[in-house]
């Protein structure tokens, strides 16, 4: 057991004087309570998830540091033409986070970044343009030769930030994991005493016992095998598997609401295969892309993604995998990174098992990016494959490191920056710098 087990226990409710402190934004009186609460032990069984919220808690408003004058500053400074009444609308629609700190809204620092993603919601944003030339002629090179495989050589480090002190590290650092899509994996170098986990680790990582040193790397190198079907042309089994079908506390669970949406996305399939594409095309077709504040700040992620329609990547993924379960088909995760040159960056999505076929592949994100952007080949795409651009870690999600992690992770159910522990102390979100960055990519 390690502290991180806790958070099985995350759906238990909050005795209702801390959960109404923590919704006014009274973050002292909630952990004044929390305190009070723990030190009492006298609801033992509630103690795991007042624990939780005792170490999360502190840590929400590092998300939330915009005022409503500062974030609308901050927007102004590219879209000058911004009025007030603007801004509160892209707030009713649910276009920027924001929680409430002492009795004043607080705004998510990135929604900047994800209005941009919207130029019709924000006509002044400032647009990177984009070449699409490469992506659109390796997609139709997959579907041209049945698939694309790509070497790939990444370099990842984590370190300490600037100020954090310290005399003995701990660190875990993301490796490719063995899978259906990656084969000959190589580590090429690392600092010394790194210990690899096996190739079938669920989070898949390499590990340093306590340390002096204050940087951890790791090179590695792998083949990326992106194969190309067109999963309407598979006839599937009468009888399908019955793995990975199950709920998994905290994220997937089968909510009432979940399951009457899922009910009436499905009517009318004809097959799992109809059943899955009609879930991808819900998702797809409606969640849109917002930046998440840090995952051990979410609750009953399915659930929630499905009644707010908003998410980032690994959100609708979970949504995906819970729909697909309650539809009865088995659903799973995978993450790691998206590798392209001159773009590696975290990045999550689903697989889905088809019988005779085997596992599939939906990218959800990818998919309403592309409905996003009017681009229909793309997100069909991305409903039964991938692209050579990517680095699997995990294949599980809220899995154990190797070996586990005794403090509290970063992110407990996600394993894509890595872990670092400092004297003891498990050190959370910019208290940890990380690099990842392609050393080589070829297309094979």
Known sequence: MTKNQDFLHLNDPLPNDIAHRKGMGDIEGALRLLDAALASNAQPELAPRLRVERMRLPLLPQDYTLTRAQAIAELRKEWPACTESQFDALVDDGRIDWRCFGGEAKFHD???????????LAPGL????????????????MKAEGGVTAKITIQASIAPAQGVSGSRFEAWLPIPA????????????????GVCAPLDAPQRTI???ESEKREFSVTYRYLYRADYIDPLTITPDKEQPAFDLEEQEPHLVFTPYLRHLTARVVSGCANPVEKAKAIYDYVTQNVDYRFQPAYIQLDNIADRCAAQLRGDCGVMALLFIAMCRIAGIPAKWQSGLFAQPGDVGSHDWAMFYIAPYGWLWADCSFGSSSRRMGEEARRL????????????????????????????????????????????????????????????????
């Open 207 to 209: 590990w340093w016992a």
């Open 126 to 141: 400032k647009q990177e343009p984009k070449d699409t030339a490469q992506r659109d002629a390796v997609l139709a090179r």
């Open 178 to 193: 063995a899978c259906p899509q990656q084969s000959e994996i190589e580590i090429l170098d690392c600092t010394p005493g």
């Open 110 to 120: 990135k929604f900047v970044d994800t209005l941009r993603l919207y130029p019709k």
């Open 381 to 444: 795409h991305y409903f039964g494959n991938l692209d050579p651009w990517r680095m699997v870690a995990n294949s599980a999600f809220f899995a154990p490191l190797t070996p586990p992690d005794p403090q509290w992770r970063h992110d407990p159910f996600d394993n894509q920056t890595g872990e670092l522990i400092a004297d003891g102390r498990g050190l959370m979100g910019e208290e940890r710098e990380v690099r990842r960055e392609m050393v080589d990519f070829q297309l094979l």
